[in-house]
């Protein structure tokens, strides 16, 4: 299907590069993805939310595709609290009003850090691996040797060594991480293909190696984003109408997450798909059908 180029729009650290479908005056839906993904990811959902009147936004994360920064002297942070950040600068730069937030991976952990801090800001959301946002903490304690397997890029991207690696083979880690990650789907080399042309961003490898060290403890954040962070090492509650979802075949999330349904205090369905870690390329329209029962939620 043909596709029209991306828009840009510049918010406080970044020019924003995103696809934009349905009806200008549309219901807003956002929808945002992970790592290493692209925009492509939700293709079929923004088709399908676009057909029925909302106005569907799909940007390009930092480090990812057209999106780049603003000026050379900013620190090319992959923290939760720049890229949560993001999300919500781009909802204001876009004057959109209360839009229902939809992610997964990356964009997942960015859209449940807007819910969190910015519950205002947000009409609802629709989260992959229900609350996840980062405890920073119990990232530096062991895990299962079984999800540690799993987790060896995170390892990888600890040394200089595996900064070299996705620098040089950023491509050959992608394919090998969809193919673990979503032992179930069978993906075309055209379809990854047209994903990896988003990793050629002069600040892909920056910002990947950053989100990872920092996560574990062994790069600091922007100082900057440290409030932030500090708010959201409290674990605040996700107030807002949300639909979790869980995909019964991701390697990433073994036994699933329902026992997040704590923390959300809104309005809140949990689901479970036979499905592994992509679950709007695996699953297309779940995101759809989800969004739509948060919409039900908010009139």
Partial sequence: MSQNPPRLIDTEFLRVAYLEEGPSDGWPVVLVHGFPYDVHAFEADAHRLAAIGARVIRPYV?????????????????????????????????????????????????????AALWPEQVGGLVSYASYDII?????????????????????????????????????????LLWREWSPGWTFDMATFDR?????????????????????????????MFEPLENRLAGRPPITVP??????????????????????????????????????????????????MTVRTWQT
């Fill in 62 to 114: 930092r480090g990812y595709g057209p999106t780049r920064f603003l000026s050379d002297r900013t620190i090319r942070s992959g923290q939760q609290a720049a890229r949560g950040l993001d999300v919500v600068q781009l909802i204001t730069a876009l004057q959109l009003t209360r839009p229902i937030l939809g992610g997964f991976d990356w964009g997942g952990n960015a859209c449940c850090v807007v």
């Fill in 195 to 223: 994903t990896a042309r988003a990793f050629d961003n002069p600040d892909f490898v920056e910002v990947v190696i950053h989100a990872y060290r920092c996560m574990h403890g062994h790069a600091a954040g922007d100082p």
């Fill in 135 to 175: 405890d920073v903490e119990q990232q530096r304690s062991a895990f299962a040797p079984s999800l540690e397997r799993v987790c060896w890029y995170q390892h990888l991207f600890q040394s200089e060594r595996g900064r070299a690696c996705l620098q040089e083979s950023r491509v050959e880690i992608s394919r």
């Fill in 242 to 291: 949300s639909v979790t979802i869980d995909g019964a075949a991701d390697p990433l999330k073994p036994g699933g997450t329902l026992d997040h349904a704590r923390l959300f205090t809104g309005p809140h369905e949990h689901r479970t798909l036979p499905v592994g870690h992509n679950v709007p390329q695996e699953a297309p329209g779940a995101f759809t059908e989800a969004v």
